[in-house]
């Protein structure tokens, strides 16, 4: 199993150190390096040059609203979790593609559930992204996930398809992606998420290969796998 | 009408009873021609065909009258049935229709006679009073009237039953109107007395009851028939009511427009009475409507003098002294029509702005729930609480003699909270016990050493609960203080206008020192500082070299 680096974003030392501990504890021999910032710019900084998988960030940092930069945060590959004090601005904070939402204060257990979802190993949370951040050079740009036709892996980034067929680059692997998608899309190959709502039909060839035609022209591949899922939903 | 009257406004407190002598004359200067005087005693002065070509008209009476002096009026009487002749006088007098002597009051001419004038209805035989020209002589003693008054008469002739009519429908309106003003009287001095205790409403109240003296005893002379009443007395009493009424109702219009220059508007109100003293051009009237109607010009002139900074009340009262100049022009034989609207309009003024007064409280108490509400909020507010709590946790888990030091440092902190949460002002004792309780707690949680040094603070004195930390907490939210060791300071300093503040905190890695003055902790502290001292407080925040420095001033704090 590979390792995970973790950027924490926490203004109290203590309250960093509590996230620190527990993160340890929950991934054991799968946590790498894990650096404390208690700043916005420091943690922009240490996501550019450090290989981080998950950031653990405050909403609240020295008196600043963390809404202003959460989209910086979740253009990043890393998946956030948001560790804060203010339980109402979850649903919020996942409409922003956040992957779970930590309320102080908080027990080992909690850390660890979110441990879990982020490596996959858990159910994640109901709620779901309703847009996704690009970084685009020092400007960072939000996309309503209504206007977003299909995903496509590109090694460890994903191409992400308009409905007016911009293509646009996200830094999280089409893996993560996923995990943040909303219920109308549907991952139906390992390559390949697709908006429900935007199919016009499926198409089977010999060979047991599958292909969705999507109504933009688009063609996806379906896994033999998913094929049972994708025929019960069109059926 | 013939009509004879002395003017009673001023009487006495201004000028002296001989000019308004002289402007009793000028008030019946429309019948001069008909009405001659004549100083002096002759029996034969009653005669209807007596040549009184070297008597004088009215215009030319000089003053009081120490001894006896004859009046005559022709009078072109129309036909009636049943005659009755009304007269008001503050002396003794006979009086002759065409020579027969037909009534009087008291007996003139007889020493140490005093008369208590009253109104007197005298009922004429209609033989006597045919249609057509008639003359009425009185003989009126000057030496029966009270020292330092003068004689005034007034009579009128009518149909005995329009007589009757006509004192039944005053009566009831004079009732009416007293006991409005009077249900007036008592509302404000309720209000005074077991509500607020504005010198406006001892002001209504003086209006009203200058009011109810004018509609009960003026009318008809009525004042002068009170027993135990000197004639003097009731002139005097009388002269007092007018004059309450019309410095009362500048003083309350002044007031209630919130005009400044008090002093111009005193001079104008009194050039205004001089004025309606001196003799006019026009119309006739009374030197006492003359007074109100320049009154209500006065009190328009102020309406629009307000205008443009109360633009609520300003109409209010212009459009009421239109109605009034209108009552005074329209109805100006009866002032208390007059008199009764201004009691009416100011009360129901005084009324309204007593029922916006008690809104206004209300919403002040709602105020001070809000920022009570506001400083419990500040200190429970999820980054605070929630961040707290997380650290006892974790010193609970790692370090347990650090959580019970932690714990202890956040109870004291929330005691000294609680102890504050409902005062509107608190000693510089308590609040720098909060201060130091949350620098304690704040500490113990960056990991950092932080402390206040004060100077020159009064530790008596007080200030709103909560305003310095607020500020402070404000510079630990905004700076990156932990595990730095950092001093904070307060000083006092007191002068001739109140008492100055200055925190000053050192910058720390803020992200942009303007957070520093703005957000709800800023909001906060100014609603606590309008609720301490109202308009008498400024507060600035603005960087200084490394520091970040906050000013407040409290006026009359600390002089």
Known sequence: ????????????????????????????????????????????????????????????????????????????????????????????????????????????????????????????????????????????????????????????????????????????????????????????????????DGVERLESFPGNRHELILKTGERAPVSRSLIGQVRALFQ | MPNIIMPRFLLLLVLGPAILLAAAGATAQSDETLIVWQAGDDPGWSAADLDTSDWQSLAHYSGAQDGLFWIRARLGAPALDSPLLSIRSNAAYEVFLDG??????????????????????????????????????????????????????????????????????????????????????????????????????????????????????DTDGRAFAVPLLPPFAAVILLTLASMAIYTLAAAIIHRRLMLGRPRLWAVLAGLCLV?????????????????????????????????????????????????CLAAILVFGEQLRIFLALLVALISVSMIVDVVLGEIKIRRAELRASRLQAALVKRNIQPHFIMNSLTVALELQETDAAAARDFIRALSEEFRSLASMIEQTRVTLREELAL?????????????????????????????????????????????????????????????????????????????AASALGSGSGTRYIEARLEEFAPGRWSFEAAPDGEDWVSRIHIAGVGE
């Not at chain 2, 429908?169 to 007395?193: K, N, P």
């Open chain 1, 1 to 196: 199993m590979s390792r995970v680096n973790i950027l924490i974003v926490e203004d109290e030392p203590i309250v960093a150190r509590r996230v620190e501990r527990h993160c340890r504890a929950a991934l054991g021999e799968g946590a790498g390096r894990i650096e404390r910032v208690d700043g916005v710019e420091a943690a922009v900084d240490q996501l550019q040059t450090g290989d981080f998988g998950l950031v653990m960030l405050d909403l609240n940092l020295h008196g600043e609203d963390g809404f202003s930069i959460l989209d910086r945060m979740t253009s990043h590959s890393a998946h956030t979790i948001i560790v804060s004090a203010y339980a109402d601005q979850a649903a919020r904070a996942f409409d922003h593609g956040v992957l779970d939402f930590v309320t102080k204060p908080f027990e080992a257990e909690r850390i660890a559930l979110a441990i879990e979802r982020f490596r996959g190993k858990a159910e994640t949370r109901s709620e779901k992204a309703r847009y996704l951040s690009f970084r685009n050079g020092r400007r960072i740009e939000r996309v309503s996930l209504d206007e977003v036709s299909l995903v496509r892996g590109a090694d460890k980034y994903a191409e992400v398809v308009l409905g007016d067929g911009r293509v646009k680059l996200h830094d999280k692997s089409i893996g993560k992606l996923a995990a943040l998608m909303p219920d109308n899309f549907m991952r139906v190959h390992k390559s390949w998420i697709v908006r429900l």
């Open chain 2, 435 to 511: 201060c130091h309780s949350h620098l304690k707690m704040m500490a113990l949680r960056l990991e950092a050493q932080l402390t206040l040094e004060t100077e020159g603070l009064e530790e008596t004195a007080e200030c709103p609960p909560g305003l310095f930390h607020t500020l402070i907490e404000n510079a630990i939210s905004h700076n990156r203080y932990d595990g730095q060791r950092v001093t904070l300071s307060l000083t006092a300093k007191a002068n001739g206008s109140g008492t100055t503040y200055l925190l000053r905190v050192p910058v720390l890695g803020a992200r």
């Open chain 2, 100 to 217: 027969r002597a037909i009534g009087g009051s008291g007996r003139p001419g007889e020493p140490g006679d005093a008369q208590r004038p009253e109104l007197t209805h005298i009922g004429v035989p209609a033989s006597l009073l045919t249609e057509g020209r008639h003359v009425l002589a009185f003989r009126i003693d000057g030496a029966s009237v009270a020292d330092g008054d003068a004689a005034f008469l007034r009579f009128e002739l009518d149909e005995a039953a329009t007589v009757a009519r006509a004192d039944r429908r005053r009566d009831a309106m004079d009732g009416a109107a007293a006991l409005l003003a009077g249900f007036l009287l008592f509302t404000a001095a309720g209000i005074w007395i077991w509500g607020t205790r504005r010198i406006e409403l001892i002001m209504v109240v003086g209006l009203c009851a200058g009011a109810i003296v004018i509609f009960l005893l």
């Open chain 2, 275 to 323: 004025v309606a003293l001196l003799p006019w051009p026009f119309g006739g009237m009374e030197s006492d409507q003359q007074a109100f109607l320049l009154l209500a010009l006065l009190a328009g002139a102020m309406s629009l003098s307000a205008w443009s900074r109360r633009p609520r009340q300003a109409p209010i009262y212009a459009a009421a002294s239109l109605i």
